[in-house]
């Protein structure tokens, strides 16, 4: 049986993994950004990166598999 910390590290992993993004660009993500599709797909709004400077947003897709793992 998992942990709580395991699955959460899991989740991590993997949105980090599908949208590339870099430690404090993960951290800054809220669940508001998170647009689940009709596929089993999802969006993800990155606020403002280190390539982004300017805070205009990026929009990122996450594969299903990581959608099933958030939820």
Known sequence: MDRLIDASNRVLLA???DAL???SEL???????????N??????LM????TDPEGEGTVLYLA????SLIL
């Not at 951290?27 to 599709?37: F, G, I, R």
């Not at 299903?64 to 959608?67: I, K, L």
């Open 15 to 17: 949105v980090a993994y």
């Open 27 to 37: 951290v800054s993500l809220q669940v508001s950004d998170l647009v689940p599709e």
């Open 64 to 67: 299903p598999d990581t959608v």
């Open 47 to 50: 606020r403002r990166g280190k």
């Open 21 to 23: 993004l870099r430690r």
């Open 39 to 44: 596929n089993g797909s999802a969006t993800l």
